[in-house]
């Protein structure tokens, strides 16, 4: 699991790169982590958020964590970039 979660993010980080995209300076955690966290939940969590969040927190997959509330706002904030990144990840 946790070698398919570096992959994804490697490629996710990549691909938000060649598509241009720049993280707000204020941001403490990369758009990738938090489209790398909303897979894993995904994946293994069956969307629960939360345990997936928890998990990296626990295993300390990335410098910062967010809160679920600061991850939903992210993450919906990401939503039009989610798609043609999950065909490139299928």
């Known amino acids: ?12 980080d990549d691909a938000l790169q060649a598509m241009g995209y720049k993280d707000d300076p204020q941001a403490k955690t990369p758009a990738s982590a938090i489209l790398t966290l909303a897979l894993l939940a995904a994946l293994e969590f069956g969307g629960k958020h939360n345990k ?6 626990d295993l300390g ?9 600061r991850f939903n ?8 970039l989610l798609l043609p990144l999950l065909h490139l990840l299928a």
């Open 1 to 12: 699991m946790l070698s398919r979660l570096i992959a994804a993010f490697c490629i996710i």
């Open 52 to 57: 997936a969040l928890a998990l990296a927190k």
């Open 61 to 69: 997959l990335f410098t910062h964590v967010p809160s679920p509330s």
């Open 73 to 80: 706002r992210r993450l919906h904030a990401l939503y039009p």
